[in-house]
């Protein structure tokens, strides 16, 4: 009997190896950080700022730039939003994580 015919090829394990760490970067380039667009991350915020207030307008600027706090750096959007507040106007400006939506900054504009 050839002890041959009972073992697996020995290039078998390298070559599956290689072949699902290939599509694993491929399914990650193409599905994982992928960038929010500008519209829905107003949405978000807008949503987020309405459970509080009636709004009275918003913007957002289209392109993300950098941002870094600390050690960590990302992509965010840089926006603002107007709402009433016992009756006043009152603008916020934020800055948002363009892969997440999070509010990264968030700040009061005082209105003189």
């Known amino acids: 009997m050839n002890a041959n ?6 290039w078998l394990i390298p070559v599956t190896l290689g072949a699902s760490g290939i599509a694993g970067f491929i399914a990650g ?21 309405a459970s509080e207030g009636s709004l009275t307008g918003s913007w957002i600027n289209d392109k993300a730039v950098p941002f870094q706090r600390f050690a ?3 992509q965010a959007y ?3 939003v107007s ?10 400006e934020f800055v948002a ?6 509010l990264l ?6 209105n003189n």
């Open 5 to 10: 015919n009972n073992s697996l090829n020995p």
């Open 29 to 49: 380039k193409l599905f994982g950080n992928r960038q929010m667009s500008a519209d829905r991350i107003l949405k978000l915020v807008k949503n987020d700022f």
């Open 72 to 74: 960590v750096k990302t």
């Open 78 to 80: 840089e926006g603002g």
């Open 83 to 92: 709402r009433l507040e016992d009756g006043d106007e009152v603008d916020y």
């Open 97 to 102: 994580d363009a892969y997440t939506g999070s």
């Open 105 to 110: 900054e968030l700040k009061r504009i005082e």
